[in-house]
């Protein structure tokens, strides 16, 4: 079980808003008997509306795992998820795969856009799940992707953008049907610098406009000052949970150095 | 959901193409062999198509196809006037004899003799001269396709076209002259020999002697006769078999199809041409799922349920099957048309058309099913890994 205790290091400000994700005691195991594989050990972690929290620790710490369970395509199987107020453990398949095309945005690390598509099209999809008929879905598309700065390029396909640009468009699919909760997976770990530190910026500004809640796992220690806390895990537990990257790896922490 | 399903496939051209081949290629193949088997079927009792008279053809018991004729005594014909429902019965010649030509070469013919005084069981259409020509002395009808090939004349000129039969030309049939007087139009048969058309009277005198002469019986049934009853009447009361036009088509079919390799080998090449579509379709369409299995993960990861995947692969499956079956059945149709002037024995049939798209439709659902067990079981988990 984890040692960090979720309200410990939370934010003032995040703390008076409501929770959009609460996490108690999470167990996930891989695998059965002697090669039992324990991802995460008992997480208890809490994430509240408006805020950007990123899960950093080392590779196979439990973060993409934790990340899958909190956005609900990863079963538990052991303790409480739930996702504002919904526990996905009440929820029916359908019920649960309906939540998620209303409720989460995903922000990948190699971005899943559909190559034979448009920008436009791979933008509309979100919406088409949620019922819009096609107009209207890439009218709306047309218009998120004019926010990320690609309102030239709506009828360009995927491999005809940059990485950046690429991720830019994967930003405009995860916002564009308006998520409570965008969970992001290393999306600037294809990038370089500069252009990660773009995409982040532009992520929390369009993003963070509706106090939306955002859960970023990363490696990425350059993009730590974006976020308004962040959860440290080692060998699938929270072990800390900061306010900073200087109070997770101290004042000396170079950022490029790993995290 | 289901438009963004066709333009993925769409847009993946090298794979569209592909998997459309696949099925073009089954669709083809089972269309194309399966006319020509059909076509070829059909020359077995072309004859039986062409003499729309009787209702009801009458003969011998071990009869096992229309040209393996089993003579009745001339008695017989009487006894089938005899039977109740019949309102007129006619006796048909059918055999084979050998026609001597101008330059001395022989060639086999079938050889019809129909009723002396209404010429009933004559051939249906006529394209030069009268079919009520044949009561003219030593007269005979000659079809299209003899007329013109197998006992045309040939050219003075070496190596010059042969010249067609007219009327007034002449025939050696079996030693005795015989007069043509009309070119019929006919279906060709299995053996492709022409036919000709003469009284049965004279029939029986061109045609090498035997005891007994009387091929068939045709049977005309009285107005709202029951023709299943009547055949089981004619049965009953003359001890003969008597079967309606369709029923001995299909007897001739069925000896066809039991006791010549026809089938087996016509089924050989539609099989191959299935079970090649098939893989080509199966591997190129599960390959394209495969191709697609982040995206199609990530679609489930962002709120798409399985049953919505699984109908958009099915609509993928069955656009590739609409187009590679239209692609298929309209070459294997343009194919039919080049050949007509040919030989070569071409029928679609509707029925056809019916089992080669189920032939598609099974092809395209087998391939669907290798791509939908992949995305059921797909985890959306999976987009989190990399």
Redesign the interface.
């Known amino acids: 079980m984890s040692t960090a205790a979720p309200a410990h290091s939370m934010n003032p400000a995040a703390s008076a808003r409501g929770l959009a994700v609460r996490c108690r005691n999470v167990v996930k195991n891989y695998g059965t008997g002697q090669s039992v594989v324990r991802a995460l050990r008992g997480i208890d972690l809490d994430v509240y509306e408006g805020e950007l929290l990123m899960l950093v620790g080392p590779s196979g710490c439990g973060k993409t795992t934790l990340i899958s369970v909190i956005a609900g395509v990863l079963d538990r199987d052991e303790g409480e998820c739930s996702v504002f107020g919904r526990d996905y453990a009440q929820m029916t398949s359908a019920q649960r795969t309906r939540f998620r095309g209303e409720t989460i945005g995903f922000v990948f690390q190699s971005y899943n856009l559909i190559p034979t598509l448009t920008i436009a099209e791979n933008v509309s999809v979100p919406l088409l799940l949620n019922g819009l008929n096609r107009h209207e879905a890439l009218r709306r598309a047309n218009d998120m992707l004019a926010k990320v700065g690609l309102g030239e390029r709506v009828k360009d396909t995927p491999l005809r953008l940059s990485g950046g640009q690429q991720q830019r468009v994967a930003i405009a699919r995860a916002l564009v049907h308006e998520p409570r909760l965008i969970v992001c997976d290393e999306p600037t770990s294809a990038l370089d610098h500069e252009t990660g530190h773009r995409v982040v910026e532009l992520l929390k500004s369009v993003a963070m406009s509706g106090n939306r809640s955002l859960v970023i796992v990363t490696h990425d220690n350059r993009i730590f000052d974006f976020a308004d806390r962040i959860a440290h895990m080692d060998d699938g537990q929270v072990d800390k949970i900061v306010g900073s990257a200087k109070e997770l790896y101290g004042p000396n922490m170079q950022p490029g150095s790993p995290a | 959901?289901y438009?963004?399903a066709l333009?993925?496939l769409f847009?993946?051209k090298a794979k569209f193409f592909g998997i459309v081949m696949g099925v073009t290629l089954a669709s083809l193949v089972i269309t194309q062999q399966g006319s020509i088997f059909v076509g070829i079927l059909g020359r077995t009792f072309g004859v039986i198509t062409d003499m729309n008279y009787p209702d009801i053809w009458v003969m011998d018991p071990k009869v096992q196809f229309i040209d393996d004729t089993k003579p009745l005594t001339d008695t017989k014909l009487y006894e089938v006037r005899g039977v109740p429902g019949v309102a007129s019965a006619m006796p048909l010649y059918k055999g084979m004899i050998r026609a001597r030509m101008e330059n001395g070469l022989f060639q086999n013919c079938n050889l019809y003799g129909v009723d002396d005084s209404t010429l009933m069981g004559g051939p249906g259409e006529m394209i030069v001269g009268k079919l009520a020509d044949l009561r003219m002395a030593d007269s005979v009808i000659v079809d299209l396709e003899g007329a013109t090939d197998k006992l045309a004349k040939p050219n003075p000129v070496k190596g010059g076209p042969k010249i067609p039969l007219k009327i007034g030309d002449t025939l050696e049939l079996n030693d005795h002259r015989a007069v043509v007087v009309g070119i019929c139009k006919g279906s060709r048969t299995f053996q492709s020999q022409p036919n000709v058309f003469t009284t049965y009277s004279r029939a029986v005198t061109f045609a090498p002697r035997e005891r007994k002469l009387l091929s068939f019986v045709l049977v005309k049934a009285e107005p709202g006769e029951n023709l299943d009853e009547l055949t089981r009447r004619i049965t009953e009361r003359t001890g003969l078999a008597a079967y309606t036009a369709n029923q001995f088509k299909m007897l001739t079919v069925n000896y066809f199809l039991k006791y010549t390799g026809i089938p087996i080998n016509f089924g050989i090449a539609v099989s191959l041409g299935f079970l090649v579509g098939t893989l080509i379709t199966g591997f190129m369409f599960y390959s394209f799922t495969l191709d697609?299995l982040?995206?199609l993960g990530?679609?489930?990861?962002?709120?798409?349920?399985d049953s919505m995947l699984m109908r958009m692969i099915l609509l993928q499956a069955m656009a590739v099957g609409v187009i590679g079956f239209g692609m298929g059945v309209g070459i294997a149709t343009l194919f039919g048309v080049s050949m007509r002037e040919t030989q070569l024995a071409f029928w679609l049939t509707w029925q056809l058309l019916v089992v080669s798209g189920g032939a598609v439709v099974i092809i395209c659902m087998l391939a669907a099913m290798l791509s939908v067990r992949k995305v059921v079981a797909l985890?959306?988990?999976m987009?989190?890994?990399?």
């Open positions: 959901m438009w963004l333009k993925m847009n993946d697609n982040k995206f990530t679609l489930k990861a962002m709120g798409t349920g985890e959306p988990a987009v989190f890994k990399g």
